[in-house]
């Protein structure tokens, strides 16, 4: 294709809509934290590095690619929470088992309902929202939970919704911090999850949801967060979340596990 004195090759086309694709997941994910300001500030540098070096002025040009040699290294060490959330979304989206026909063709199970019991936990957190029982409940889906479980303390119980409700409890001594379920069973109780750093979230989003959404963001699990001050429940999935009602809580987790 021409275009006046330019020639534009389809590769062209692609290199250009691939680096844009590129550009915003990296926004998406940075948006809303100190990292996004950061970005901006090395990208207008870099559009003064080109404008620079379009000029001619070659001991500034000089100076601006030492400059940017040393900053792509800084970004590395100051976006290394967002390189990692990054790197899990892609490995995520391209997770052969997380496929269910590469799962049938692999030979691997499909969950069936009965394998999360998910209705357990519905109840359970309509109840704990009705009681204003706070408390966060974190289903494990493929990720392996293990070293967040181990922050806490081992149960390895029989999934149920007394259960649940005893450990968030007021008068349990496990009462704070996550539980962690796998399948029917509660691995543990009283873990410690990884805090997000949002600052797009509502101010009505306290510890609870910021651990709920950090887990989310470090792993595929689901968190069900119930709040202490007003009864609501919020979901956090993906390194979203939201609040919800029981029945849109009910969508969204047979939508996540039984896809």
Same mark, same amino acid.
């Given at each position: &294709?021409?275009?006046?004195? !330019?020639?534009?090759?389809?590769?062209?086309?692609?290199? %250009?809509?691939?680096? $844009?694709?590129?550009?915003?997941?990296?926004?998406? !994910?940075?948006?809303?934290?100190?990292?996004?300001?950061?970005? #901006?500030?090395?990208?207008?540098?870099?559009?003064?590095? #080109?404008?620079? /070096?379009?000029?001619?002025?070659?001991?500034?040009?000089?100076?601006? @690619?030492?400059? &940017?040699?040393?900053?792509?290294?800084?970004?590395?060490?100051?976006?290394?929470?967002?390189?990692?959330?990054?790197?899990?979304? %892609?490995?995520?989206?391209?997770?052969?088992?997380?496929?269910?026909?590469?799962?049938?063709?692999?030979? =691997?199970?499909?969950?069936?309902? @009965?394998?999360?019991?998910?209705?357990?936990?519905?109840?359970? $957190? +309509?109840? &704990?929202?009705?009681?204003?029982?706070?408390?966060?409940?974190?289903?494990? +889906? *493929?990720?392996?939970?293990?070293?967040?479980? *181990?922050?806490?303390?081992? !149960?390895?119980?029989?999934?149920? /919704? /007394? !259960?649940?409700?005893?450990?968030?409890?007021?008068?349990?001594?496990?009462?704070?911090?996550?539980?962690?379920?796998?399948?029917?069973?509660?691995?543990? =109780?009283?873990?410690?999850?990884?805090?997000?750093?949002?600052?797009?979230?509502?101010?009505?989003?306290?510890?609870?949801?910021?651990?709920?959404?950090?887990?989310?963001?470090?792993?595929?699990?689901?968190?069900?967060?119930?709040?202490?001050?007003?009864?609501? %429940?919020?979901?956090? %999935?993906?390194? +979203?979340?939201?609040?919800?009602?029981?029945?849109?809580?009910?969508?969204? #987790?047979?939508?996540?596990?039984? +896809?």
């Amino acid at each position: &294709m021409q275009i006046g004195f !330019l020639e534009i090759k389809w590769t062209d086309i692609l290199d %250009i809509t691939l680096v $844009a694709f590129l550009l915003y997941y990296i926004y998406k !994910l940075v948006r809303g934290s100190v990292a996004s300001r950061v970005f #901006l500030g090395y990208l207008l540098i870099y559009l003064f590095y #080109l404008i620079v /070096k379009a000029i001619g002025l070659e001991l500034l040009t000089r100076i601006l @690619e030492y400059f &940017m040699g040393v900053g792509a290294i800084a970004l590395i060490v100051l976006f290394q929470q967002e390189i990692r959330r990054f790197l899990l979304l %892609i490995g995520k989206s391209t997770s052969l088992t997380n496929n269910q026909f590469f799962a049938n063709l692999l030979g =691997a199970e499909v969950a069936p309902e @009965e394998k999360y019991h998910l209705k357990t936990i519905i109840d359970a $957190a +309509k109840t &704990m929202s009705s009681e204003f029982t706070g408390g966060i409940i974190v289903l494990q +889906k *493929e990720d392996d939970l293990g070293k967040f479980a *181990e922050s806490g303390d081992a !149960l390895d119980a029989v999934l149920s /919704k /007394k !259960l649940i409700l005893s450990l968030f409890s007021q008068y349990s001594l496990l009462n704070d911090g996550a539980i962690i379920i796998d399948s029917s069973r509660i691995k543990a =109780a009283h873990c410690i999850l990884p805090i997000a750093n949002n600052d797009d979230l509502p101010s009505n989003y306290g510890f609870r949801h910021r651990a709920a959404l950090g887990i989310s963001e470090a792993t595929d699990a689901a968190a069900v967060c119930v709040s202490e001050e007003n009864g609501k %429940i919020s979901l956090a %999935i993906d390194g +979203k979340i939201e609040t919800v009602s029981i029945t849109e809580l009910e969508r969204d #987790l047979k939508a996540y596990f039984l +896809k």
